[in-house]
């Protein structure tokens, strides 16, 4: 079955700062999210992106389909953005194990 | 528009015994799936169900089965239950030919 790796696993920023988060994954997929699991386990949708760049204020990201990865941009990060981010591929959706973020004042 | 809704929200049971969790999908969206998420994993996909008929299913054995309802409501039943079982079940709904799922709050089962 397909493979979803995601990098890096930890991530400690200050605020203010900006990341990039990556998710490879091993086949051709028609399907590409990526979530936000807040401190309560609720996954909030962040994109749909099975190809392409989209923006949603301080956070963007971009799917190369063709070479099998996508990125997740958070700019001037914040508090707020703590918290884990999962790549997600399939129909049924394949997870990543995550990237466990956490931001300081 | 309604978003997914899980009931309970919290659950304790001991070793053998069954459990039934439910979901009601998004408006407008007639294709449930569920998911185990183990204490720091990614989400497990188990099934998926649409038109009331199993639709895929994930590496997990025949006593984790599901329903879904003409109202596309669904139910994830586990039998004999293990202390392994203990995790975070999520319920996520679409619409056929839009993959994009959305998930509800979660259902918190522990097993002693």
């Known amino acids: 079955g397909i493979q979803v790796e995601q990098s890096p696993p930890d991530l400690i920023l200050q605020e203010g700062a900006n990341s990039t988060l990556r998710c490879n994954f091993s086949?051709?997929?028609?399907?590409l999210q990526w979530f936000h699991q807040n401190p309560w386990g609720q996954l909030i949708n962040l994109f749909y992106?099975?190809?392409g760049t989209k923006q949603n204020g301080r956070l963007s990201a971009t799917t190369v389909a063709t070479e099998r990865y996508s990125l997740l941009y958070i700019s001037s990060s914040q508090t707020t953005d703590s918290g884990v981010y999962f790549c997600?591929?399939?129909?049924?959706?394949?997870f990543g194990q995550g990237t466990e973020l956490s931001v300081k004042p | 528009e309604t978003g997914v809704t899980q009931s309970p929200t919290h659950l304790i049971k001991t070793r053998g015994q069954q459990v039934t969790l439910r979901c009601s999908s998004q408006?407008?969206?007639?294709?449930v799936s569920w998911y185990q998420q183990a204490l720091g994993q990614g989400p497990q996909f188990i099934f998926q169900?649409?038109?009331?008929?199993?639709?895929g299913r994930g590496n997990f054995p025949p006593r984790f089965s599901g329903l879904q309802f003409p109202n596309y409501s669904s139910e994830l039943n586990v039998n004999a239950l293990e202390l392994d079982d203990s995790a975070l079940y999520l319920c996520?709904?679409?619409?056929?030919?839009?993959?994009?799922?959305?998930f509800g709050p979660g259902t918190r089962l522990t097993v002693l």
């Open positions: 996520a709904s679409s619409h056929t030919g839009v993959n994009e799922q959305f």
């Open positions: 086949d051709s997929v028609n399907n």
């Open positions: 992106i099975p190809s």
């Open positions: 997600a591929v399939g129909g049924k959706l394949i």
């Open positions: 408006s407008g969206h007639n294709t």
């Open positions: 169900y649409y038109r009331e008929e199993e639709n």
